[in-house]
């Protein structure tokens, strides 16, 4: 399933691809770097594998879009660090980074409402958690700096973490050998971790009596309790503070056929805000409900079915998940639990590659066909390719039947993925934020 | 400790946990208890025609308190997620037991998710309707 394409025809795929990025087939060890967009709302992306690819046995970290990000205390330009690595995320929203990476800034605590320091927790699909301090840093990417950004310190001890943040899960993922990445750089379709549908919940204006969570919390000693947050104090989509070019992002990658070692491409900050980041008219824009839209497969409608309470198989766009993720409609196999690489009963396992066909659409009307590939996961995962190809454009799994269709990052390989950010001006004849597009 | 595997009243102990407010769907042989939380999560229990919670399912904004949902089964959903195979990569959780099968699904301020006993649910019962 790999390709082993001579440099002429790279360039080749990059220019018709129209997608800024460059593609490192198989054993070539060095990794092009030049995309075609430039400016300083451009940051550099790259699918390689992240900071535990160079390691043995299996810690390449598969279909994973990796970033860096300078970070310094607010407002200085010389107490800073560059932490690279980081894991780039439209289905989250705010920068969660290693305490090891920022340690030595001290950055600055923010408080809850009750004049507390406020700490996070983020929750993820896998059950996974993070916890820690809230802090306040400047952060720079590409050329865009957000000054006095909220950011998420993701704690190297698990000490005082309350039990309603664990929810049972050991799964803490506080260390780069357990993420596989120094942090997570959410760029998501919200401003903050705890806002949606045009509010916060999270804001002591949410009317609730009691704070929500696993969210906010405030600690006395080692008990911490969940507390109320202002939405500018929560932690904040770093792109809706840069003073301009904050109404979302475009993630531009390379095509891949079948793998690829590493591929690299561009995080555009704005639409419609600068010449390099137009909606294209080729685009199509889906309006977002409870932040998913609608995929119909194989004769099943993927939606949400009741906006109010957000029930329903919701569908989503999601770079951060490492995969197509679908419910089993079509009778594809799921890999054996047993394998040299594993238990991969969530992924799928084809005889041999199956070419298949989806079409999103969304309550403002819009629809398009998406074609897609399902490989074989435990021939990706158990090929002497393993250790090398970070970039897996056919790597699928189960996503139960009600759960609807996650479009994770093999999606975005060779297609320009818009994502604009809730409450956010958007460029003139565009429904109002939430929406992507591609 | 209420709710999975355990009997109907442990759904009044979870509504109350939750702050929440209740709906009863009655269906051919098995309730659905619907507890809504005051901040808009909703945990759908499944109470069997004997009076056994045989399943909850959930979506909404937060993931539930899974101690209080899972009951008596929390520790092996706990241990569950422990022996999980460690890939690289966020994906939708998948866990399959002979006496206990949870998945879950979404991703940042949309959580979904369902967990069930096999050997409990009602004849002709399709686990694919808990949701």
Same mark, same amino acid.
């Given at each position: 399933m790999r390709s082993f394409l001579p440099p002429i025809l790279l360039a080749a795929l990059v220019l018709v691809s129209g997608c800024g990025g460059s593609v490192t087939t198989s054993s070539t060890s060095s990794t092009g770097?030049?995309?075609?967009?430039?400016?300083?709302?451009?940051?550099?992306?790259?699918?390689? &594998?992240?900071?535990?690819?160079?390691?043995?046995?299996?810690? #390449? =970290?598969? %279909?994973?879009?990796?970033?860096?990000?300078t970070i310094c205390s607010p407002g200085s330009t010389t107490n800073c660090v560059t932490v690279n690595n980081l894991l780039v995320d439209t289905g989250s929203t705010g920068l969660r980074v290693l305490q090891s990476a920022v340690a030595s800034l001290n950055l600055p605590a923010v408080n809850a409402s009750n004049g507390s320091a406020a700490y996070d927790c983020a929750t993820f699909v896998d059950n996974s958690y993070m916890w820690g301090p809230v802090v306040q840093a400047s952060v720079t990417l590409g050329g865009e700096t957000a000054n006095n950004l909220p950011i998420h310190v993701i704690s190297s001890s698990a000490t005082g973490i309350p039990t309603t943040c664990s929810n049972g899960s050991t799964l803490n993922e506080n260390t780069q050998a357990s993420l596989g990445a120094n942090g997570i750089l959410g760029v998501g379709s919200e401003p903050t971790d705890c806002f949606y549908e045009g509010g916060s919940v999270c804001s002591p204006g949410s009317g609730l009596s009691s704070p929500p969570y696993p969210a906010y919390y405030t600690c006395s000693g080692n008990s911490c309790s969940p507390a109320f947050i202002t939405t500018a104090d929560q932690v904040t989509n770093?792109?809706?503070l840069f003073p301009t070019d904050n109404n979302g992002v475009?993630?531009?990658?390379?095509?891949?056929?079948?793998?690829?070692?590493?591929?690299?491409?561009?995080?555009?900050? &704005?639409?419609?805000?600068?010449?390099?980041?137009? #909606?294209?008219?080729?685009?199509?824009?889906?309006? #977002?409900?409870?932040? %998913?839209?609608?995929?119909?497969?194989? %004769?099943?409608? =993927?939606?949400?079915? %009741?906006?109010?309470?957000?029930?329903?198989?919701?569908?989503?766009?999601?770079?951060?998940?490492n995969g197509l993720f679908f419910p089993d409609a079509t009778g594809i196999p799921a890999c054996p639990s047993q394998t040299p690489a594993g238990d991969l009963s969530s992924f799928y396992c084809p005889a041999s590659t199956e070419n298949l066909s989806a079409t999103n659409s969304s309550s403002n009307g819009t629809s398009k066909t998406t074609s897609f590939s399902v490989a074989n996961a435990e021939s990706l995962f158990t090929t002497a390719s393993t250790d090398t190809d970070a970039a897996l454009s056919g790597l699928s799994g189960l996503n139960p039947t009600g759960f609807g269709f996650d479009w994770g990052l093999p999606f975005f390989y060779g297609v320009n993925v818009y994502t604009s950010i809730d409450g956010q001006k958007v460029p003139s004849g565009a429904p109002a934020a939430p929406w992507w597009a591609y | 400790m209420a709710s999975l595997?355990?009997?109907?009243?442990?759904?009044? *102990?979870?509504?109350?946990?939750?702050?929440?407010?209740?709906?009863?769907? /009655?269906?051919?042989?098995?309730? $659905?208890?619907?507890?809504?939380?005051?901040?808009?999560? +909703?945990?759908?229990?499944? $109470?069997?025609?004997?009076?056994?919670?045989? /399943? +909850? *399912?959930?979506?909404?904004?937060?993931?539930?308190?899974?101690q209080q949902i899972m009951g008596s089964y929390f520790d092996q959903y706990s241990a569950a997620l422990q022996s999980q195979e460690k890939h690289y990569g966020r994906h939708p959780l998948n866990i399959k037991q002979t006496g206990l099968v949870v998945q879950t699904g979404g991703h940042m301020r949309l959580y979904v998710g369902r967990a069930y006993i096999p050997s409990l649910l009602p004849q002709g019962f399709n686990p694919d309707q808990i949701q």
């Open positions: 770097t030049t995309g075609s967009s430039s400016g300083s709302n451009v940051m550099a992306i790259s699918v390689n &594998g992240g900071p535990t690819a160079g390691e043995l046995n299996g810690s #390449l =970290y598969p %279909n994973g879009a990796f970033a860096s990000a770093p792109v809706a475009i993630v531009e990658l390379p095509s891949v056929s079948g793998a690829a070692a590493t591929i690299s491409g561009s995080l555009i900050f &704005g639409i419609g805000t600068e010449s390099n980041n137009q #909606l294209a008219s080729t685009a199509t824009v889906f309006t #977002l409900t409870c932040d %998913n839209f609608t995929t119909d497969f194989a %004769n099943n409608v =993927y939606g949400i079915t %009741n906006p109010v309470t957000c029930a329903g198989p919701g569908s989503f766009i999601d770079s951060g998940s | 595997g355990g009997n109907v009243d442990s759904v009044t *102990a979870d509504r109350a946990h939750m702050n929440a407010s209740i709906t009863v769907t /009655a269906n051919n042989n098995y309730n $659905v208890h619907q507890i809504q939380g005051p901040e808009g999560t +909703v945990v759908n229990e499944y $109470v069997s025609s004997t009076g056994t919670v045989f /399943a +909850v *399912a959930w979506h909404g904004h937060f993931i539930p308190d899974m």
